[in-house]
């Protein structure tokens, strides 16, 4: 046995300069990328939602005919909205909550823009049913499905709904009239 070192040398690696032939291939390359986006472009652009599915995103309301202590269900974006306008006594009752023992917390006034008016997405936050107005413990809405039971501000007083009915975004365009989305 020698204990005898060998080494091999390795040839200076050193980089080829760039040929003709390379930058044709990247040229080449980038057309090939930016014909394959020209070509998928109008198949992804199709799946965008359509002008009469946009116009639905939003909808105005004449409020100006609901009577005092009348609930008007409209749709919107396929989802019952309920507008309610709401007596001296229904607002009196929904502001005097203490709001601590609510299960989902909220007071009357983040709920409402106007405190006649109350806006809500009528659809229950337990399984997606929908409520009946002036009905239940509360004479604000009642899930027959399962007992959950909203008062007159939409909050969740009883039942197995976890959350509040939610209410949307929405606008006084006039006194008259609103804009729900």
């Not at 989902?104 to 983040?110: G, H, K, M, T, V």
């Not at 604000?140 to 909050?155: E, I, L, M, Q, V």
Request: glycine share 8%; charged share 20%; hydrophobic share 40%.
């Amino acid at each position: 046995m020698s204990n005898v070192a060998t080494t091999t040398t390795m040839p200076n690696s050193a980089h080829p300069e760039p040929t003709r032939r390379d930058m044709l291939y990247l040229a080449t390359g980038a057309v090939a990328a930016v014909g394959a986006g020209a070509l998928a472009w109008p198949f992804i652009a199709q799946m965008n939602p359509d002008a009469s599915t946009l116009a639905l995103s939003s909808t105005e309301v004449d409020i100006g005919a609901i009577p005092e202590g009348q609930i008007v269900t409209i749709k919107w974006r396929g989802k019952p909205v309920f507008i309610r306008h709401r007596t001296k006594k229904e607002i009196e009752e929904a502001v005097n909550v203490d709001v601590a023992k609510l299960p989902d917390p909220q007071p009357d006034s983040a709920r409402v823009k106007k405190p006649e008016w109350l806006v809500v997405i009528g659809v229950c936050t337990h399984l997606g049913c929908i409520p009946l107005g002036h009905q239940g413990p509360y004479d604000g809405w009642f899930c027959p499905c399962h007992g959950s039971a909203y008062d007159t501000s939409g909050r969740i007083r009883q039942g197995p709904a976890p959350r509040n009915l939610v209410v949307p975004d929405y606008a006084f365009l006039t006194p008259t009239k609103i804009k729900v989305g």
